[in-house]
T-cell receptor
Framework: GENVEQHPSTLSVQEGDSAVIKCTYS??????FPWYKQELGKRPQLIID?????GEKKDQRIAVTLNKTAKHFSLHITETQPEDSAVYFC?????????FGAGTRLFVKA | KAGVTQTPRYLIKTRGQQVTLSCSPI?????VSWYQQTPGQGLQFLFE???????NKGNFPGRFSGRQFSNSRSEMNVSTLELGDSALYLC???????????FGEGSRLTVL
């Protein structure tokens, strides 16, 4: 069945450093790739997304890249801050179904 | 604009019982999807509804079912509860123009 693999499962960085989370999807029908941030005890919220006809998208300190041929997409966070600490989920959407990765717990040390 | 509302927020059931969870989407959103969130498995897709029709479903047993009403509100039902069904059940609604999912706060189910 459809699957989204996400790495790493845990990531610890020093404040100000960059963080990179990578995902791989299996369903060729996927055409929309959102990233959600979930803080402890709260609901997941969209932070950035990218569609299959775009290779890269940036919004201030966060950026996402997509390689459709390799079925890879990545989240890049620059100049990390303690408030970036949360669980990040990648997802692939197609055919009225959104499949999520298992999540990456990001710790930003002050 | 009110967000996605889920009820109840917390519930405790015993094995063998059944449970019904409710989700009211953002006004104007016609797509509602359900996810099971557990610490080890992340967010697992259960099913998606649009205009009272189930358009897709995940790999869950038939004990998990859902429906959507004409006002876009949705319910999911789990029958013959098992210990492994303990989880946070999240509902999300989506509008027509973007694929962004707007999540509710979830219904936390504990099965004893």
């Amino acid at each position: 069945g459809e699957n989204v693999e996400q790495h790493p499962s845990t990531l610890s960085v020093q404040e100000g450093d960059s963080a990179v989370i990578k995902c791989t999807y299996s369903d060729s029908a996927s055409n929309y790739f959102p990233w959600y941030k979930q803080e402890l005890g709260k609901r997941p919220q969209l932070i950035i997304d990218i569609r299959s006809n775009v290779g890269e998208k940036k919004d201030q300190r966060i950026a996402v890249t997509l390689n459709k041929t390799a079925k890879h997409f990545s989240l890049h966070i620059t100049e990390t801050q303690p408030e970036d600490s949360a669980v990040y989920f990648c997802a692939a959407t197609g055919g009225f179904k959104t499949i999520f990765g298992a999540g990456t717990r990001l710790f930003v040390k002050a | 604009k009110a967000g996605v509302t889920q009820t109840p927020r917390y519930l405790i059931k015993t094995r063998g019982q059944q449970v019904t969870l409710s989700c009211s989407p953002i006004s104007g959103h016609r797509s509602v999807s359900w996810y099971q969130q557990t610490p080890g498995q992340g967010l697992q897709f259960l099913f998606e509804y649009f205009s009272e029709t189930q358009r897709n479903k995940g790999n869950f047993p038939g004990r998990f079912s859902g429906r959507q009403f004409s006002n876009s509100r949705s319910e999911m039902n789990v029958s013959t509860l098992e210990l492994g069904d303990s989880a946070l059940y999240l509902c999300a609604s989506s509008g027509a123009t973007t694929g962004e999912l707007f999540f509710g706060e979830g219904s936390r189910l504990t099965v004893l």
